[in-house]
């Protein structure tokens, strides 16, 4: 992640425009996407932990992915957000570090910041690898993805996140007389070498091909899957339906995640290339903006997407809203299972009464003509 603790104290015309661009981006914007994702997240956490969810190891990365965007937009709210909305003044008249930011320039956000970003990033390509893995061997899953073997997979992402962001905690250090961070004479040679070499192939390069593979190859066997159905109208079941949504909302996922990650990829390569011109850049300072609020986006909105492709999801959430405001949340649990069984009957016997022309034949051969009932649901 790009760093903005240094500032220049001789504001120019295209300084102010970076600044209020950044107190709408960042303070305004960033603070009601973080506000809506901490909420939207927190509600997917519960969901997902309900004893109908938290059995697969699907639902078990997305809990973990959902702590991750938790903590980014926390961090993101008082190192961005809060910090414009007061300093947006202070910046623009070119006055010393105000007292807000001067408890910000001691706290270690930057290494926080980039340990949660990369546990984000590598929890994405191992929930897409754990769905790759149940299409190509949906034999042999059950024994590859156990629950034990999902919790030791995310452990060893934090663990890997917080040793590869060990040298950024070494990078600078707080000077007191001048009121601001400086760079140690180790964070000058990580700057130089990790930050280039190491930071995009890791960060960028190397997810990016990954995810870029897997939803390919995750994509081709949601088309033939959909031509299967086609052929075999009729016959396709619950679970697989289910399954086929699942996969279709990982999709959106990683899809949404590559774009919001982009600009940031596109960003790092041009500060590696030519780090002084870039820095004066305005356009690289406007970009820089977009990009970080496109990645409070990306953490923000799983949500919705959890809601718009998983039925189950939905279903899940609104019995845990229900269970919340209503008195009596059995008799719900009752209507919600006279109505899904009610619900399935109907659809097998549309499916039958549609294979057979209309009509079913008895034991003893004589044609038996059905009658649906527009609401067979009980009053």
């Known amino acids: 992640m790009l760093s903005n603790d240094s500032y220049d104290h001789d504001v120019d015309h295209s300084l102010r425009y970076i600044l209020l661009f950044r107190l709408i981006v960042w303070g305004y914007v960033g603070m009601v996407l973080s506000i809506f994702g901490i909420v939207g997240n927190i509600i997917t956490i519960l969901v997902l932990m309900s004893s109908s969810l938290r059995t697969t190891s699907t639902n078990i990365y997305l809990i973990a992915l959902s702590c991750s ?38 706290l270690p956000t930057t290494p926080v910041y980039n340990t949660i970003l990369l546990s984000i990033i590598y929890l994405t390509i191992a929930v897409s690898m754990d769905r790759l893995i149940l299409i190509k061997l949906p034999l042999k899953s059950k024994h590859i993805l156990t629950k034990r073997a999902t919790l030791t997979t995310i452990l060893l992402i934090y663990i890997f996140s917080i040793v590869y962001c060990i040298p950024y905690w070494l990078e600078q250090r707080y000077a007191p007389d001048t009121q601001e961070c400086l760079l140690t004479n180790i964070g000058k040679k990580i700057h130089k070498y990790i930050r280039i070499y190491f930071y995009i192939p890791v960060v960028y390069v190397i997810p990016f091909i990954t995810l870029t593979c897997i939803n390919i190859t995750i994509i081709q066997n949601l088309i033939a899957k959909k031509r299967r159905k086609q052929s075999l109208f009729g016959k396709t079941n619950r679970k697989v339906s289910a399954d086929y949504h699942i996969t279709l909302m990982l999709v959106a996922i990683i899809i949404v995640f590559v ?36 990645t409070v986006f990306n953490t923000s909105t799983n949500f919705l997407l959890y809601c718009f492709f998983g039925q189950k999801f939905r279903l899940t959430l609104l019995q845990f809203i229900l269970n919340v405001f209503t008195k009596n949340p059995k008799d719900y649990n009752l209507q919600r299972q006279s109505l899904v069984d009610n619900k399935v009957q109907l659809k097998l016997l549309q499916q039958r009464i549609s294979a057979n022309q209309y009509s079913i034949t008895t034991s003893d051969s004589k044609p038996l003509q059905v009658k649906i009932n527009p609401n067979p649901l009980p009053r």
Not at 69 to 84: A, C, E, G, Q, V
């Open 259 to 294: 774009l919001c990650q982009l600009p940031l990829l596109v960003l790092n390569v041009w500060y590696a290339i030519d780090p002084h011109g870039s820095y004066e850049s305005f356009k690289f300072h406007a970009l820089n903006s977009i990009g970080i609020l496109l």
């Open 69 to 106: 965007n938790i903590l980014f937009l926390l961090i993101f709210i008082p190192s961005y957000s809060i910090r414009y909305l007061l300093g947006y003044s202070v910046y623009m008249s070119n006055e010393p570090p105000f007292a807000f930011e001067i408890i910000l320039s001691r």
